[in-house]
């Protein structure tokens, strides 16, 4: 499975951007979809993730504000994310897990198939 991120971009703090997650080789309807971030200097943590089954899961720090989900006749999943802060400046990368379990995986390790990443900066 391939994965490409677009949507990434410069806004200003409190505004909004969508991030795509385009997949081929495979249909994301199979696969448990996951969002993580890096900031320089820091870990790459789960942002968001939906399952294979339709379970989700967010971050504390973007709850009510970002929201994933999936188009599947366009093989694309997406991020929503509004009232952007600062500190959610990173590179977003897409990512897929083939496993269909019914945990909620938020450790990158638990992931087989991942995008290139998209830059996202939020200026104050």
């Known amino acids: 499975v391939q994965l490409v991120e677009s949507g990434g971009g410069l806004v200003q703090a409190g505004g909004s951007l969508r991030l795509s997650c385009a997949a081929s080789?495979?249909?994301?309807?199979?696969?448990?979809m996951g969002w993580f971030r890096q900031a320089p200097g820091k870990e790459r943590d789960i942002v968001v993730y939906?399952?294979?089954?339709?379970?989700?899961y967010y971050a504390d720090s973007v709850k009510g504000r970002f929201t994933i989900s999936r188009d599947n006749a366009k093989n694309t999943v997406y991020l929503q994310m509004n009232s952007l802060k600062v500190e959610d400046t990173a590179v977003y990368y897409c990512?897929?897990?083939?496993?269909?379990?019914?945990?909620?995986?938020?450790?990158?390790?638990?992931?087989?198939?991942w995008g290139q990443g998209t830059q996202v900066t939020v200026s104050s």
């Open positions: 990512a897929a897990r083939a496993a269909r379990d019914y945990g909620i995986a938020t450790t990158l390790y638990e992931y087989d198939y």
């Open positions: 080789g495979g249909t994301v309807s199979s696969y448990s």
């Open positions: 939906t399952s294979w089954s339709g379970v989700k």
